[in-house]
């Protein structure tokens, strides 16, 4: 369904859309909260770890979506740090968090508030669940 809504943008690992973002193109703006919510059943029907790294990537980059033109912050810019907080907040692991999106992204102009955004979304998340999604999958 979250698919239909998005003209199948929200399906897989939505990386053009990730890449879209992150350039500053406008999508769709409800695409984060759709790949929000479209993406809990990927990875974990299969109890494997490895097909919730990428869509968690996109989901990240996509939530600022919801924002977009409204904060005066660059989308692109908002993205990397959103992709980082979210990451660190299903690892919980904040430090690899923001080491993989700061490598990846080859944007290291924005490296502390990106820290910053990874710290807090990764202890805020540890308030509601105590563990990380692969520690929670390994059990």
């Known amino acids: ?24 193109e406008e999508v769709i703006s409800l695409f984060g909260l759709l790949k929000l919510i479209g993406t809990p059943g990927y990875g974990h029907q299969r109890h494997s770890g490895g097909s919730i790294f990428s869509p968690s990537m996109s989901v990240g980059a996509g939530l600022p979506t919801l924002l977009q033109g409204r904060l005066g912050i ?20 904040p430090i690899t968090a923001f080491v993989i999106v700061t490598e990846m992204t080859g944007n290291h102009v924005l490296i502390f508030p990106v820290m910053i955004y990874a710290v807090i979304a990764s202890f805020v998340f540890k308030a509601v ?9 390994a059990h």
């Open 74 to 93: 660059a989308i692109g810019a908002l993205a990397i740090m959103c992709m980082a907080a979210y990451l660190a907040a299903l690892l919980q692991t």
């Open 1 to 24: 369904m979250c698919s239909v809504l998005t003209s199948g943008a929200a399906f897989g690992v939505s990386v053009e859309q990730a890449k879209a973002i992150l350039e500053g």
């Open 129 to 137: 669940c105590k563990k990380g999604i692969y520690h929670v999958l």
